[in-house]
């Protein structure tokens, strides 16, 4: 006796255990993508936040203009006015290096930076564009490293507290990890191979609703 080849029957002419089990898998198949797509609402409506991360790319370097204010920055004798362009970056999915740090233009920074009473850290205050989203901060960079890892180069750690964002938001920041070089403008480091000068990580956080 051979079994009849129930692939090339019609359901309604396969037997009964087989009707009955295709129909439990096609129900446990549907259940299952109801809940992943519930499930992925669920989670949308959850989010609270947007993550970035984002390469700084300096343009600009000069001393400070009427822009860099204390009416405007929150401190005196700003000295150092920076243009810098927030570029995309892309990561390999296995281990999350990042393969290219400078994709596309995604925002847009201008910076302003005066001395404190601490030699290393000084104090920083910018407005920018990411995406879409407009914002200002202010904040401080202190160096961590001088002729690190090797000579011309300085290791700084910089931070902005966000704010003046859109309604959505209720806050944010920005966090860096700063290589500064010889050549302090542009994408070639002196020496080269390092990516200058930041690998910037921002958080904006918005009203739960």
């Known amino acids: 006796m051979q079994c009849p080849k129930l692939d090339r029957l019609p359901l309604t002419q396969a037997p009964d255990s087989v009707r009955i089990f295709m129909k439990s898998v096609t129900t446990a198949v549907m259940g299952l993508l109801c809940c992943a797509s519930m499930t992925a609402i669920a989670q949308a409506a959850d989010t609270v936040e947007d993550i970035y991360v984002a390469r700084s790319l300096r343009l600009s370097r000069v001393a400070s203009t009427a822009y860099c204010a204390h009416e405007r920055t929150g401190f005196e004798n700003a000295g150092i006015e920076d243009h810098y362009n927030f570029q995309s970056v892309s990561t390999r999915d296995s281990d999350g290096v990042i393969t290219n740090a400078n994709v596309s233009k995604i925002g847009t920074l201008h910076a302003c930076f005066g001395p404190t009473a601490d030699s290393s850290t000084s104090n920083f205050y910018a ?17 961590a490293k001088k002729d690190f890892p090797e000579p011309g180069l300085n290791v700084f750690r910089c931070y902005l507290d966000i704010r003046n964002l859109p309604g959505d938001y209720v806050g944010g920041q920005l966090t860096t990890n700063t290589v500064t070089s010889r050549q302090s403008i542009g ?15 921002v958080r904006l956080w918005k009203r739960r609703k």
């Open 127 to 143: 407005e920018g564009v990411l995406g879409s989203v407009t914002f200002s901060g202010s904040g401080e960079c202190r160096m």
């Open 187 to 201: 994408e070639i480091s002196d020496p080269q191979g390092y990516v200058q000068p930041s690998i910037a990580t």
